[in-house]
């Protein structure tokens, strides 16, 4: 059977712990929207996709943004779903990451980018976890609903991959990063961690540069992106979660039925 995925020419998959791309894109055609606050770099997708998952998988984006899974899946012959709290484009249905409509274990892989905190307004919707500052504990708990919601809708050994960076906010370093990984663990098994240099930041600019050595703090030079597997047997997290899921569902179904009298 022919290939239905364009060719992807130019890209080289990486081998090392460390990934450093100087633009977003890649190749002619856009790879989401360059202009979007927080877009992900094309190659990042790009490299999780093309080791994770082979054509036809599905792969779903429950924070999707400007669309960048949509787009690199799509040219690799993926199948894609993507999610937005405020969707930017029609192809991006809007959903809140904390309840997916799916099924149970449908997904190959699932690719993440979430907010690192309230340092990017990216809308006005009231559920957009991005109004939650990263020094509040809410913030981590509102992101584990999230994460069981990715483990729910994941086959047994699919692989969640998730961008997420430190944050120095008030004066103060919060490892944003760790504290996520830390939930992550509570559902997962670590596959590999991987750092990607961060480019084209808003404070990569001289004067960010010259405050950072002034006042003594530093400016974000990487991201993490942790690369995490389904295992076959549930954790006692994750037994909890579904059955917190399911209480959270028969409620829906019963507040609907009583909505129909
Ligand atoms: C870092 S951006 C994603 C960027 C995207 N990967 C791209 O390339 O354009 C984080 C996204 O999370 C979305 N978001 C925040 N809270 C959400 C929620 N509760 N449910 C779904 N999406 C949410 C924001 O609207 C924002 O688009």
Redesign the pocket.
Known sequence: MPSKAAPTRDLVLESTTLWDFPTQNYGDRPH??NK?R???PAFVIWNVLQRYTKEGDLVV?????????IDVAREMGRQVVA????P?REDVLQ????CLPLGDSVATCV?V????GDN?Q??D?P????KISANSPRFFE?LEK?IAECHRVLKPHGVLAW?ISDQWNKRKFVPVGLLLYQRLTRYFEPIDLVCIARRNQTSHTGIWHYRARRNNFFLRGFKYLFLMRKTSTDSAVVAESRAQYKTVRRKRIHKRRLKKL
């Open positions: 989401g929207d979007y927080g877009v992900t984006d429950p924070m999707a943004g400007s669309g960048t899974t999610y937005d709290i405020a930017t959903n809140d990451a904390r690719f980018d979430s907010p690192y990017i990216y809308n919707h559920n957009c976890i991005g509102e999230c961008m």
